[in-house]
């Protein structure tokens, strides 16, 4: 404790020394046009443009703060939002979870530029394939709670919107190099050009990672690399805007799953590789109407490859979409749309996983309506949607959602929503066959257990009501809060047969205890979420977040045991405190202290976590960036053994980089 | 409520550390010196600026008032009033409309549009069509769609985009000072 009451002074009140280089700056009523365009403006203006109409808990994690994060993974990034529980499992994989059931990541979508990365059949979300060029993310708007209506089934406790930049923005070159002590080289290049109303840009991307720890002296077999290549051109003419892109990543990473071919169910774990690739083609047509109305169509097409020691696993999804954004009258904002997207997925069991069926191909069709009114002369504003989505292999799901928006005065806003939701059963919930070898049982038959999915699997439901608040004091303080409660229902859980069932398996009787999948729980979920933003001075800025959350489980007739249930693997509160100088120059520190709480139930301790970052112009296009994370501890453990994977300790490191413009 | 007191009692050392954060937030806002600019209020200043090099149509009452509103930055707004309300701009007083609803805009002379959300500046841009406003807001799209002024930042700087087209066509004029030092788009 109070090591961290100290890392917390010493970051708030390190004066930042406002007279490190800046030229005086002058009364803003009195400056002329020139001296306003030359004052160096360090927080991106688009940081200020917060959602202050959105009645939702919403975070966006601006260009500018990802690049002064010093972070180089997008599931690293993700700690930047509050109410983001982000957990490193091993080198390379991650659990990422919005207000609990972070075991596995089930009930978050992300999405990039409009894209799922969701796999459906492992109901997760694998980072280690998901290699987007930070330079080039424009922003990653983290929606907490339900975003069924807009989203569709799946956005569960919230949606991960990640958002390129245009190639409009993206012009020229950027080349940047660097290696560190656990991420251990990098390379990216990019290159973006234009003619008239037509921008592209090209990319690639290349980076190795090392291995993390099992105890201070021995070393873990998780290291990994991947290679990432892509394009995206934007034209424009008119009414009309085109946007056009591709990309593809192949990678290794030695997940360290169990072995289970082992003669113990508790097999070592095994250092063999994966495989992965991974491509996609997007395609967008946006026309805007004389009226203001907007038509928006998109197409998709994604396959995904891993060949891993649990199966063999191949996805292709073909996707079509379609919005319409308009305005009736002064009162009214209206947006409609549907969709089409058809799966294939095939996933192949390997060793002692099986999956029945093997192959699914669902089509989901999807439709939904939201209507924005204004009311009592600009004050308020009710909006009401509501998406219907349709599987042919997951049934149908519908989500509505109400919300309201209260503009009590110029510089507070007061909201509220009410929503329902929905996460349809995944291959796995429904398919699983897992048998481990047969052991001794009892009456010395054999005895073998395992899991065994449910074909009846229901839907997993959320009834959620939150609250928001958000004052600007002065335009130099910042506040969004919000409260929420969650009421859960048919929560999965895996039951264990109440007696072992008796057949005969190689012509010797055999008990046969699996536990079931099965939809018996309950649950009520409460929390608070705050942010905070402080502009110091011109050049330091101070922002800051913290998150608590409880879980009231009700077990009713289910027997699981599993921990996850009962606390969602969600430590009990989180904070972050982050602070940002320009030091003149082009020259920028920014140093960042996060708290993650103790996990009671697993019996894991939290941590704290110091990382700064460097940034140093060596001469006008070339800069040097050092970073460094985990300053506090030399290893650390985020996680608890959960879904086969191996967990490691991740220890201390830094990296040292060069980036190019020109 | 109950259990949200219950929530808080239990987490004792959250509430510390909230405490701690909040003492350090108020103290250090008492303390922020005078030389500083935010964002807001560089964005404020070219606002007031776009407004002092603009003209517009002859008025039957030659002296009203001159309305700067904003939409969707209580930040700015805010920055704008302390700037510019009271001042006087070509004999006109200055009035920062504060919580313009949607249907009065029309009595807006300037309309700053924040958000990153295209398609509500558009329906507005729509909406106003014809009406003599000097509209406003952020990056370069927004010129080259109907709107007027598109507020950027370019290495480290705020700069601007001006479509003078549009302007000319509702009848508000922009002073050649501006268009020397802003970026000229077309539609």
Redesign the interface.
Known sequence: MRKELLAISAVLSLAPGVAWGQARVPDLAQATLEELMNIEVTSASRREQRADDVPASIYVISHEEIRRSGLTSLAEVLRLAPGVQVSRVNSNKWTVSVRGFSAPTSKLLVLVDGRSIYNPAYSTVYWDTEDVMLEDVDRIEVIRGPGGAMWGANAMNGVINIITRPATETRGGLARVGGGTFDAADAGFRYGGGMGALSYRVFAQAAGHAASWLTSDTRAHDSWRSVTTGFRSDWSRGRDAVMLQAGATVGQQRPMWFDTSATTSSGEASLAQSNTHVGHALGRWTRSSAGGAALQVQGYFDTNHRDELIGLYDRRTWDVDAQYNASFGPRHAFVAGGGYRYLTETLEGRGLYRFTPSRVRPGISNGFAQDSVSLAGGRAEVTLGAKFEHSTYAGSAFQPNARLLWKATPRQRVWTAAARAVRTPSLVDRGLQLEYPAIAGPFGLPLVTGAVGNPDQRNEGLINLEAGYRINVSGRLTIDAVAFRGWYDDLQTQEPPVAPSMAIVNGLPTLIALARYDNLWRAETVGIEVAARLQMTHAWTIDGSMSTFGMTPHAGRSLDTNPALVDGNTGAQQWRLHSSWSLGGDRLFDARLMRVGRLAQAGLPGYTRLDARLEWPLARRVSAVGSGQNLLDSLHRESVPDGGLTVTQLPRSATLGLVWRF | MV??LD??AR?R??LL??G??AL??AA??AV??A????????????L??FAK?TEWPVEPAASTPLHLCIL????????LA???GG?SINGRAVIVM???????LRSCHLLYL???DA??A??????LQGAAILTVS?G?RFP??GGMVG?L?EG????FAINPETAQRSGVRLSS??LS?ATIVN?
């Open positions: 259990w949200a929530m808080i987490r050392r959250a550390v909230a701690a954060l350090g937030l250090a806002t922020a010196g030389e500083d600019v935010t964002p807001a209020a560089l964005k404020a200043a070219f007031y600026n090099f969707n930055d209580q930040a700015a707004e805010e920055a302390r700037l510019a001042a504060r919580g313009v609803a949607r249907e009065r924040a958000g990153d398609h509500s558009d329906a507005v841009v729509a909406e952020d370069e080259r769609h507020l930042i480290n700087r705020m700069r000072r501006l030092l539609d």
